[in-house]
């Protein structure tokens, strides 16, 4: 917690009266914190940022994120409000920082506006969990997303995911089985419960390498991850048969 108060102060400082709000979203309000989970937030904010808020915020972030046991990584989004109220798809996001933008943001600065498809995802999470850390609540602020727009964010993202699979094997597997159940039910459920809603549906050779990754999230942290090489072996089978119903769900027609 004293990572995210020192966040929502660095928010005030940098945006001041711009900034209508400040929500807790992802695993902290899903369903708990994992040993290498990020502090998901999204800021809402009245216009975009200039230059030097970018820089500023930019620079506060990466003193505030780290890595456990010092600090958790930081995952904060910046949208301004008329780009998603009322909502329309893709939104723009107005910045956007995370760890894994590391060497991205030293050799080309601060980040710029662009569109994120993500933020439905972000913004449902959002209202479901309803934790504002300053401003009015969530739904004072944002517009509900639609079921058809959950999916096509779901799905956006599927093949930048997939080529990652050798690198970061437990997040893409854990995140290939929560874009298959949102895109089945509608709901975006904590990476491990999602697991267990997919282990339920998988066939029995499919269910190993899940149930690891799951077990990883659940236990390790990245850096103490270990994969048998007969499990790794079975990945790319795995995916291919989750990314199969996944297409199945989301393109009625295929």
């Not at 102060?9 to 695993?27: C, F, K, N, P």
């Not at 780009?83 to 980040?111: K, N, Q, Y």
């Not at 199969?244 to 393109?251: F, N, P, T, V, Y």
Request: glycine share 8%; net charge negative; charged share 25%.
């Amino acid at each position: 917690m004293d990572q995210t108060r020192e966040i929502v102060r660095l928010v005030d400082e940098v945006l001041g009266g711009a900034a209508i709000g400040t929500y807790l979203h992802g695993s902290a309000v899903l369903g708990g914190l994992r040993p290498a989970s990020d502090l998901d937030l999204l800021v809402v904010s009245r216009r975009p940022m200039d230059d030097g808020e970018r820089a500023a915020l930019l620079a506060g972030l990466l003193e505030r994120s780290g890595f456990p046991p010092s600090a958790r990584p930081v995952e904060l989004t910046v949208v301004v409000r008329s780009e998603v109220r009322p909502w329309r798809f893709p939104p723009t996001g107005d910045f956007l920082f995370g760890e894994w933008l590391r060497e991205e943001f030293a050799a080309s600065g601060p980040p710029r506006p662009e569109p994120m498809p993500d933020l439905a995802l972000l913004i449902a999470q959002v209202l479901a969990g309803d934790r504002a850390l300053a401003g009015p609540p969530p739904a004072r602020v944002l517009d509900p997303v639609p079921h058809e727009d959950l999916v096509r964010a779901s799905v956006a993202g599927v093949p930048e995911l997939v080529a990652e699979v050798a690198d970061d094997t437990r997040n893409v597997l854990l995140t290939l089985a929560r874009v298959w159940t949102t895109v089945a039910t509608g709901a975006i459920r904590p990476k491990d419960d999602a697991a267990d809603w997919a282990l339920a549906r998988l066939p029995a050779e499919h269910r190993p390498v899940l149930a690891h990754a799951r077990d990883l999230y659940r236990t390790r942290a990245y850096a103490d991850e270990t994969w048998p090489e007969g499990l790794r072996e079975r990945v790319g089978a795995h995916v291919d048969h989750v990314l199969s119903e996944i297409g199945r769900l989301a393109d009625p027609a295929r």
